[in-house]
């Protein structure tokens, strides 16, 4: 009988939540965007073209719609749901660091009551990857998928799971490569505007981040 109240009571208070997310839907007879248009992801690299076996930086930006927000990549509260970045088990490339915005601004969503860590307008989520060694010349096409959830000052949306592909050029080594998109990648001492925060909170001993 215990686990039978138990399940009630969980079953009421997702019923609930549903209640509170649903609400201003019922309520303001206002426009809401689906949450997977409220975010655009753009994927960007650092070079023109990478060797089998190379170590690189790559980054997705997240434009959000006007009006709306981002639950961050931390939270101090375990009912908000926060954005992540998820790598599939078959990806070809490997992602072994992931560089969240640390620029966050704490609010709260009235209506819930709820008060969590938000991102807005623009973010930029900083990515280091390894492609194989016997990834062949041409290109390497993979998959990461964003989850997040998009709130505005009244209400919040469900969470959603939206894929993000990345084309990467593999040539063969000796062959030419520039570097682009400086204002993401910049490097410290170089002319324009300030680098971005480092990728990696790690030893100065490790070397210099990949290009």
């Known amino acids: 009988m215990q686990i039978a109240h138990s399940t009630r009571y969980v079953s009421a208070g997702l019923m609930l939540a549903g209640c509170i997310l649903l609400l201003p839907l019922r309520t303001t007879g206002a426009q809401v965007a689906r949450p997977e248009d409220v975010v655009t992801i753009t994927p960007a690299l650092s070079k023109t073209g990478y060797n089998p076996g190379e170590t690189f930086q790559a980054a997705l930006i997240l434009d959000i719609m006007d009006g709306y927000h981002l639950n961050a990549h931390t939270l101090t509260d375990p009912y908000l749901r926060p954005t992540s970045i998820q790598v599939p088990d078959d990806s070809p490339v490997d992602w072994p660091f992931i560089r969240y915005p640390e620029d966050l601004e704490k609010a709260g969503v009235p209506v819930t009551g709820l008060v969590g860590e938000q991102y807005h307008e623009r973010i930029v989520i900083r990515l280091v990857g390894r492609i194989p060694e016997d990834a062949e010349v041409g290109e390497l096409k993979t998959t990461l998928n964003v ?31 520039k570097e682009i998109n400086p204002e993401i990648f910049a490097k410290p001492g170089g002319s324009g505007d300030p680098p971005p925060p480092p990728l990696l909170d790690r030893p100065a001993s490790q070397g210099a981040l990949p290009g």
Do not use: N
């Open 147 to 177: 989850e997040y959830q998009t709130c505005t000052e009244t209400f919040c949306l469900f969470p959603v799971t939206k894929p993000a592909e990345l084309k990467i050029p593999v040539v063969e080594p000796g062959t030419e490569v």
